[in-house]
């Protein structure tokens, strides 16, 4: 069940795609608060209810005792304090004795404390205060918080659908800036027969970082690139900044500017800010003719005939615009022989810190949202997911019947039916392999099905065996990348000695590859999530609430990768019987029986597990070097007390155009002993 309630006067976010009418009675469960503007909704906990939601952030999968902001920010540094990430995904449920979810549907800042001022209070507060709040609950008592999380998925629509080849490794760097580079990356995967699918193109293939061109010097021939590259069965996905340099030689400022496509400032000036390739313009996303605008700007690289973007920079990040920094000149002027040792240091850092990202930026500009004028502070969420919708639906046009490959740094709810999301700039730190783990289910509870982080880690330099182990783990997301920054450590598996485990672990994805996809696929067109905490699953287990560290993958499976270094194994808990699959490689795995409870297991260093629920079956494919090449013709079936049927989900994996009726295939095998 599903009732709208509406404060002030709701922005129009196109988040939800149900047009529920407004309820007239007061809001359950939460008690509304006013002062001035903003509105507070507040509730008291008791001592076991979890809180989970809010989708892309830091901390654990039950996120009590903490608060986060609803605040889209270019934050690399996602260290366990952090309140806010690149997304708002304001979905947060609630399960207690009478569990519900609730959905605030706010482009502006929210800020949610979730047990942190007073341990048995739950206050989220809206500074517009004007905001459409759903309230979800359970129509099915035996699985609750999967039941919340379909229901929401109805309210605000079906998640994206990649095409299958987007299942395989891409290899990704911040730096790779030519043909040359390219053709590298493929050789060297080739010839240690590394599974290999995609190559992602970072800001270093344009001409001076300007969007929609390429740098000739390094890329003389993007399309004959794209026809070699695609020959070899690999797909190229070049990266879109949301700026656009405001340099009246370009054609795209040009013709922004000349029909009025870009935000202004008060005095009707367009605002500018410093970002990759110097002052740049922002395109008033939240205009519809902007966004087809813009979307028709990635018709030409899709001419070429690469398959699919990342967007970036849409939060959106500003370095600075002028008015802030001759701001930060002033103060710094200011403070010219009139600091004290004990503060000088703090001020000054502090003068020029303050001009990235920042609040007066952000109330410097304006949107026209259905005629009217909004400043960008109050709509600020939005912004990146209006651009990769402005992408999504640019590539629709331009090829209707095809899924293309899209993955977004910001985004809002209703991103997650156009496109996927990563999760930004982590750091090649144990802690943000357990950071991506955990931050799996939430994304999925918010319907972004395929997502992933950078395998790896983006920031700092990485290490043999964190990148192992990271690979085990992301053998198991859709969106499987290795991307890291300039001048990091290089780390494409081909680089390290034990480059054949890492290798080995891409083999098992590739080999799991029509099983993920099948698991994934009926995810997405069942409302579904494929990544799950325990506690959804197994609602009467006490001990399930409590783990932080394994998760449910799909309908048969549960994952528990090792997250520690020098760790040769783990303690994993099993909520019921499950057969384990210890992988060294796609062909070369152990198979044992393990109750339910808590278990020792070893893992040395080239093995990773994947468990098996009793009476549900899993299956391995042939392992090939490019995903189009793994097919179902012969599989393996893996499993405890299945019945010997296997039903799995199959299609092109490149027509737009699905159903799950369609895409079931069966099989019977002869039951194991
Ligand atoms: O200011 O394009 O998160 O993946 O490599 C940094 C360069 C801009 C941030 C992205 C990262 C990408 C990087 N970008």
């Known amino acids: 069940m599903i009732r709208r309630y509406a404060f ?4 129009q976010t196109g988040a939800v795609s149900l047009d529920l009418p407004k ?17 507070t909704l507040s509730m008291a906990l008791a001592k076991d209810d979890l809180i989970m939601g809010l989708g892309e952030n830091v901390g654990p999968i039950n996120r009590r005792g903490r608060r986060y902001q609803s605040w889209n920010s270019d ?15 304001n979905l947060l449920l609630v399960l207690c004795a009478a569990p519900f979810a609730l959905y605030l549907d706010d482009p502006g800042r929210v800020t949610w404390d979730l047990g942190f001022t007073d341990a048995d209070t739950m206050r989220i507060e809206s500074e517009n205060g004007d905001f459409d709040l759903y309230i979800i609950t359970p129509e099915d008592d035996a699985f609750s918080a999967i039941d919340l999380c379909r229901q929401f998925r109805r309210l605000t629509g079906r998640s994206y659908i990649p095409p299958r080849w987007a299942l395989g490794y891409i290899q990704s760097r911040w730096g790779y800036a030519s043909e040359e580079d390219v053709k590298t990356v493929a050789r060297c995967h080739r010839e240690k027969h590394i599974p290999l699918d995609g190559i992602c193109l970072d800001i270093d293939y344009m001409d001076a970082f300007r969007d929609f061109t390429v740098n000739k010097a390094a890329i003389p021939d993007l399309k004959g690139l794209c026809d070699r590259v695609k020959a070899d069965g690999l797909h190229l996905i070049p990266i879109i900044d949301a700026g656009v340099k405001a340099d009246e030689n370009d054609p795209v400022y040009a013709e922004g500017l000349k029909n009025g496509y870009f935000c202004r400032k008060e005095d009707g000036s367009v605002f500018l800010a410093a970002v990759w390739p110097g002052l740049s313009a922002f395109p008033d996303f939240l205009r519809e003719e902007v966004r087809t605008w813009f979307g028709e700007q990635y018709f030409a690289m899709l001419e070429s005939g690469v398959d699919g973007f990342w967007n970036d920079m849409n939060e959106p990040a500003l ?3 002028p008015e802030g920094l001759e701001d930060a000149y002033g103060a710094l002027a200011a403070m010219k022989g009139e600091l004290k040792a004990h503060d000088a240091s703090f001020k000054l850092i502090g003068a020029v810190n303050g001009i990235k990202n920042s609040m007066d930026d952000y109330r410097r500009f304006f949107h026209s949202m259905n005629g009217k004028t909004v400043r960008h502070d109050r709509v600020h969420n939005l912004y990146g997911a209006m651009m990769t919708k402005a992408a999504a639906e640019g590539m629709r046009r331009f090829a209707p019947d095809r899924r293309m490959l899209l993955f977004t740094r910001s985004s809002f709810i209703g991103t997650h039916r156009e496109s996927g999301v990563w999760m930004g700039d982590n750091f090649s730190w144990w802690s943000h392999l357990a950071l991506h783990l955990r931050m799996l289910p939430s994304l999925n509870m918010a319907g972004f099905i395929y997502c992933g982080a950078d395998i790896g880690g983006f920031g700092a330099d990485t290490e043999e065996e964190l990148l192992l182990r990271w690979l085990q783990l992301g053998a198991f997301t859709p969106l499987m990348r290795n991307h890291s920054a300039l001048h990091t450590r290089e780390q494409e598996i081909y680089r390290f000695s034990n480059w054949r485990q890492m290798r080995d672990a891409v083999r098992v994805r590739y080999a799991l590859l029509p099983f993920l996809y099948s698991e994934m696929m009926r995810a997405i ?7 799950r905490p325990l506690c959804f699953d197994y609602p009467l287990d006490p001990h399930a609430p ?3 560290d394994q998760l449910m993958l799909g309908e048969s499976c549960m994952i528990a990768p090792v997250l520690a270094p020098h760790a040769k194994g783990r303690y994993v808990y099993l909520p019921e019987d499950m057969l384990m699959v210890l992988f060294a490689s796609d062909t070369q795995y152990t198979l044992s029986h393990l109750e339910k409870g808590h278990h020792w297991i070893d893992m040395p260093d080239g093995t990773f597990p994947l468990f098996i629920r009793r009476g549900k079956a899993a299956f391995l494919c042939r392992a090939e070097e490019r995903s189009h090449l793994v097919n179902t013709d012969e599989m393996t079936v893996l499993g405890w007390d299945h019945d010997g049927e296997i039903t799995w989900y199959e299609d092109d994996g490149i027509t737009a155009d699905v159903s799950l009726e369609k895409g079931l295939r069966h099989r019977t095998f002869p039951r194991e002993a």
């Open 75 to 89: 934050e690399f540094n996602h260290t366990e304090d952090r309140q806010s990430l690149y997304a708002s995904h």
């Open 319 to 321: 370095f600075y615009s």
């Open 8 to 11: 002030g006067c709701p922005l």
């Open 546 to 548: 409590t783990v932080e």
């Open 23 to 39: 309820e007239q009675d007061g809001v359950p469960f939460l008690e509304v608060s006013r002062a001035e503007k903003a509105v």
């Open 525 to 531: 067109l069942q409302d579904g999530m494929l990544f």
